[in-house]
């Protein structure tokens, strides 16, 4: 039901996201029915934020420039009230990416934490061997871990993977299925962080949307991986997120 | 027969656009047979322009510095005597916006403005809720603007919409059809600036062939809608535009 | 075998590559098995370097920042061991790009130059008439140039066109085959260059890999033509190297 809500509400997100992504993005937004933006001139964020109804940041390729821009930004969301969320890409890769995501999320009051397990490492500042942007593989209370982090900064956490878990800081839901033919290929972790934010910009404050979202999400991937070609799963997951979210399937 | 001259004018079209829709915009313009090439650093765009037949300026992920690039880049395409095309992106969504749409206005002189009801209200100042790079609604006499705004630049409008009309001040020409799927993915608006720069690097100073464009993309439209499909359709749309300007269809 | 070599090698390939071909780059590589990172902050290069198993430097659409982002990239790479390939993207359209491509080729020690005939031309300081970052016409001894330009950067070098050539500055291999419509699609000669980086990333100093990718990539260009829809090449191509990677075609 989250994405027919969000096709409802039809949100206006912006969008503070990599280019390799920004494309696939907007269809993915439009697909289900909100606005995309994009802009990260930081003379004009903060003006683009007030029209929006949420704002996502993605540090994908981040330089300078941008992070100056998603901390304007992010700063007069929360000013302005509405919903913003933290897409971490590979924040466990450099020292400028954990910098950047320390100085994010001090300057910034953010909704929800949407990463992978690589990524919850680096923030929580666990040993992990992060492969660039993909997840990798170490030891790791998940969990535990996640719960930690949503307490620290009083947000929502979302860590995706075979099992998806999502949680407040206090109960934590568990969300299974999907296929991995998602994870090969580019964008469909940043298309679900801004999916997350077009539903908090719906129903804030509502852990129970998000994991309608990741439900919902885990259907779109097991309906695109029937078409099994490669290179097609990006416009099968643009088609089945409009099923979903005109209600057609 | 406008994207068949096109294609057999083969004109390369130097276009500083938005990194959202860059790719889609490139093969869009091989769909037709045209050459693209996107290039935005201040210290070449001269240059490139000099070997360029049109150049597009679409603001749709500005900043600071491809602002300048675009000035430097169409004060050298008025030297040199190419068209210039102005997607005004958003236009009505920031101040910064709205700043460089008058620089730009300004410093260069247009061929054309290819734009939707709501950024020609925020050019020509009338009131209008635009949200973000959407059209948005309000109220606004849209052909007595657009011939306003081509007198006063002395270029050719173009607003497209459920009908698009195209005027060069003084008359105008009415283009309905199309399917509203084509809202739904993201720069086929962006996409049409580029095929409009084309046009006019084949037959300049020509109202009818952007009106014959005008009516093919409307064509495209019809045709890629049929896969009904969202996914699909950015797909559909390089199809039909290629089977077009190979007089395939 | 190459693509298989790489599937089995799963190779993390730091790509600073132009923001039109960003996200295509990306799922081809992800296709193929190797792992792809976008990232071209002048303070994190370094780090991403670092920890990945090649780097890819595309100046399509290069400017000031991401020039100087190469140039440390390269260094790094150079420092620590790992491959570096040059893709000289219409480096005879500007004077800028020239200049930059003189710079890093002075700057960085690559293991591999992959260009077109045009590209090929600027770098040797030949006269060419090079069509934007097209290919172009003109006249010119392609072997003995690639061969020459080989030896005086001490590299490879691959030369694309209807028959693609790769030498090493004594030998050369001739690559045959292939289907004129990826011409016709924005940046598959961007994604051989990474598919190379990540060739050599699985097996350095083998200019044999390189001439089975370019095998390879001539067999996906005639199995991805037989769709004959322009629009769909794109997914068919990585479609055709999932399958070839995967060993199972």
Redesign the interface.
Known sequence: MSLLKINQGNP?I?CIT???????T??GL??IGA??????????VG??VS??SGLLVNI??????TKEAMIVAGRKANEVGIPVVLDPV?VG?????RETVKNLLREIKFDLIRCNTGELAAIAGVNWDS????SGVGEIDIEQTAKAIAKQYNCFVIVTGEVDIATNGESIDYIAGGHELMT????TGCLLSAICTAALAVERNNLSILSDVLKDYKKVAEKARQKE????V???????L?QIAGGRA
Do not use: C
């Open positions: 206006l912006h990599n280019y390799v992504v920004a494309n696939f907007a269809n439009l697909a606005s995309p933006v994009m802009a990260d001139e930081i003379a004009e003006d683009m029209v929006a994908g390729t981040i330089n300078g420039r590979g890769a450099t020292a400028f990416r492969k660039g942007v993909d090969k290929i580019t964008g070609w490669l290179g097609t990006q416009q099968e997951v643009l088609n089945q409009h």
